[in-house]
């Protein structure tokens, strides 16, 4: 069982620590490169080489959403800066448009900030559904912080701070600025959007325990920390990730079978 309580650094839980220490060395590593660099075929081959690793980071940012990882709102902060440079998600983004928007209308298709119904009630392909999912991002997590107007605050502000700061970066070094931060935060909202389109789509029910795919493929969970338990997730939105495969066996007889498959991302990139 994970320990609440960590002795160092003032994390909630020590099972946290590996996965911030791995994306604070790819940050590292894209300022080392962005210093150092300014080479655009050099940029360009390690701007692919990252697709995977900060399409991965997504899910971490999004686990953070729901449960800050540190004690202290400053040591948050930061971490969330550096999950908007892999990621193209801001402060609070996914905490309005997903924690307080996509969890509370996710069996509401004419609510849910990631619906992949059209206003005609068809589904969407999943290009579609990308699309609009990354682009309408920010604006509905605007709309849902309007009923949260401390959340909306600091959304607001660390937005504008952490775009600020890119465009500085850009203007020092535009090459080194767009390859190592600028395109990694568009392709990762991209990635963001299309991996997520198989976790509910075309499950139009209200049952929650029939509205979620689920990927038990352990180096998926892993990699993405138990995002496969997907039921799980949305039974308790405020389970820490390394609790769901627990959570999951709790109601894992009232999943029914065929909402167990394997992912997109699986397919794609692990085989199977």
Request: overall charge positive; hydrophobic content about 40%.
């Amino acid at each position: 069982m994970p320990k609440k309580r960590s002795s160092w650094s003032g994390f909630r839980y020590n099972e946290d620590r590996w996965p911030v220490f791995l994306v604070l060395i790819l940050t590292v590593i894209d300022f080392i490169l962005y210093f150092t660099v300014n080479n655009i075929a050099i940029l360009s081959g390690y701007y692919l080489l990252m697709l995977l690793p900060k399409g991965v980071i997504c899910a971490w940012n999004h686990h953070h959403q729901h449960l800050f990882t540190f004690r202290h709102a400053a040591l948050n902060r930061g971490l969330e800066f550096v999950y908007a440079l892999h990621t193209g998600v801001t402060t609070h983004l996914w905490r309005l448009h997903h924690v307080l928007g996509h969890h509370l209308n996710f069996l509401d298709q004419e609510q849910d900030e990631s619906r992949w119904k059209r206003k005609d009630g068809k589904q969407m392909g999943v290009i579609e559904y990308t699309l609009n999912v990354a682009f309408t991002a920010y604006t509905r997590g605007y709309q849902v912080g309007k009923k949260h107007p401390k959340q909306l605050s600091t959304f607001l502000i660390y937005t504008a701070l952490t775009f600020a700061i890119v465009a500085l970066l850009v203007w020092y070094n535009p090459v080194a600025g767009l390859m190592l931060f600028v395109l990694p935060m568009i392709t990762s909202l991209l990635f963001t959007a299309y991996v997520t389109y198989e976790h509910h789509s075309g499950l139009d029910t209200q049952n929650e325990f029939e509205a979620s795919f689920n990927n038990l493929d352990p180096l998926f969970n892993r990699l993405t920390g138990n995002l496969g338990y997907h039921t799980a997730h949305h039974h308790k939105q405020g389970v820490h990730w390394s609790k769901l495969p627990a959570l999951h066996e709790t109601i894992a007889e009232k999943i029914p079978e065929h909402l167990y498959q394997k992912s997109i991302f699986t397919r794609m990139f692990l085989g199977g």
